[in-house]
């Protein structure tokens, strides 16, 4: 069985005070539950927070394509596992986007951060017009294609994937949960193309608007292993409440 997983994207938010005390709440509050894990990705300038709070574990969100070098600005995979990173977000759409990171810069960085023992969490979407255009099982394919050719398939025993909808991102309009099982129903059979055995143990999140009010049916689907979460995880009561909606969906064995 796959153990659900919670992860907090904060991307650019709060201050150094604020992160400290939304740690501690969520913390205390996430501390019984023992079927989920739970990781929180903040900012690289609060990672150092990681070692200070007990039952959570940290991830980054985002690391460099290249292992070292004249790379002003750059943070790398050895870095972040110096720091005590277990996982990484690749390819996030903000990242895609935003700072135009390719599907073949997104493999660079994947590969980085398992060369140094970090678990990337690997994140797929389609926007809205391909969705319109029904696209969407080819782009989710050639994002992941992307990956597989430069890790190979076996790298994906050691990944997350994410499914992010980028309709869904902040927008307050989660995926139905037909639809947002539909997609990660998709990747598991690709993957089970490559791997049959890879392909059952890979944990697939789905991220875009979750709530803790919306939280329960979309874990309950058979193919979401838990979520990652934005604006959601800024606020340790809905937070919590997401984490707690994923240990429930573990233990009725969801
Ligand atoms: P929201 O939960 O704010 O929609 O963001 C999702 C996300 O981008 C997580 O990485």
Not at 87 to 96: A, K, L
Not at 181 to 187: D, E, K, S, Y
């Amino acid at each position: 069985m796959r153990r659900p997983l919670v992860m907090g994207n904060w991307k650019m938010n709060g201050r150094l005070e604020g992160a400290k005390v939304l740690l501690a709440e969520v913390a205390a509050g996430v501390s019984g539950l023992n079927a989920t894990e739970v990781v929180v990705c903040p900012p690289f300038p609060f990672l150092h927070l990681g070692g200070v709070q007990g039952g959570i574990a940290f991830g980054a969100q985002n690391v460099a394509a290249e292992a070292e070098g004249a790379y002003t600005g750059e943070v790398s995979a050895a870095m972040l596992k110096d720091v005590g990173c277990k996982y990484v977000i690749i390819g996030h759409s903000e990242r895609r986007t935003l700072f135009g990171e390719s599907n073949a810069v997104v493999a660079r960085k994947f590969a980085q951060a398992q060369a140094q023992g970090l678990i990337p969490v690997l994140c797929v979407g389609e926007t809205a017009e391909e969705r319109d255009r029904a696209l969407t099982e080819e782009v989710i394919g050639g994002q992941i294609q992307a990956v597989v050719a430069v890790a190979g398939a076996a790298a994906l025993a050691d990944a997350v994937i994410a499914y992010e909808p980028v309709w869904a991102i902040g927008s307050g309009r989660a995926a139905a949960p037909a639809d947002a099982q539909a997609v990660p129903h998709f990747i598991r059979a690709l993957v089970a193309r490559l791997s049959a055995e890879v392909a059952a143990g890979m944990r697939i999140l789905y991220g875009g608007s979750v709530k803790a009010q919306n939280a329960p049916e979309l874990f309950a689907q058979p193919d979401i292993d838990g979520g990652l979460i934005g604006g959601a995880a800024l606020n340790a009561q809905e937070f919590v409440g997401i984490c707690r909606a994923a240990d429930t969906a573990a233990r009725k064995g969801s």
